[in-house]
């Protein structure tokens, strides 16, 4: 089975990133959802993710979601991480949430709400995702050092709204996004 779960859907800044997830070994029992846990559990936990299954990343830029939107923006990311877990198309696949962002290739796709807090694959995979995207954001807060990236890692904060109207968006703002648009 594998399982999928994405983290930056929402931001202002940054790539989204879809991971898929195939558990080989047991994982941690207090694994859940990536939101539910710290910034140390998760990055406590990752080394044992990391060591018990095989892992996708579907990257999708700032530039691909402007001109994809974030429905195709999602399907990319889906494609690249089951392309990159090299998925059969017969294999049980459980994603986050209500929708199939997968290619209608993919006979055995369920979609579950809160997937990441019921089944361990989908867990494992909303962890992955977070700590990995979170470390990129902190790397590109060393090209951008006026944006706070290592704090809001791209997400619609006070502090980000501040940023944009002080310096307007960089290379990593989603120009399609209503809060960006406004300093474009």
């Not at 990133?17 to 140390?40: C, E, F, G, M, N």
């Not at 019921?118 to 090209?143: C, F, G, I, N």
Request: proline share 4%; with cysteine.
């Amino acid at each position: 089975m594998i399982g999928i779960d994405e983290v930056g859907r929402g931001c202002w800044a940054g790539p989204l990133l879809v991971v898929a997830y195939r558990q080989r070994s047991a994982l941690p029992s207090q694994l859940t959802d990536s939101k539910l846990l710290t910034k140390q559990r998760r990055e406590q936990l990752l080394e044992a993710i990391v060591m018990a299954g095989d892992i996708g990343e579907g990257w999708v830029s700032a530039e691909e979601i402007d001109a994809l939107g974030l429905t195709g923006a999602m399907q990319l990311g889906v494609e690249r991480a089951l392309l990159a877990i090299t998925a059969k198309e017969d294999e049980v696949i459980i994603m986050d949430g209500t929708i199939n962002y997968c290619q209608p290739s993919y006979r055995a796709v369920q979609t579950v709400i809160k997937a990441d807090q019921a089944h361990p694959p989908v867990s494992a995979a909303s962890v992955y995702a977070k700590v990995t995207r979170d470390r990129h954001m902190a790397e590109q807060a060393k090209l951008y050092p006026d944006f706070g990236f290592e704090k809001h890692v791209g997400y619609g904060t006070a502090l980000h709204k501040r940023q944009l109207e002080q310096h307007g968006p960089c290379a990593l703002h989603r120009r399609s996004f209503k809060p960006v648009k406004a300093f474009v």
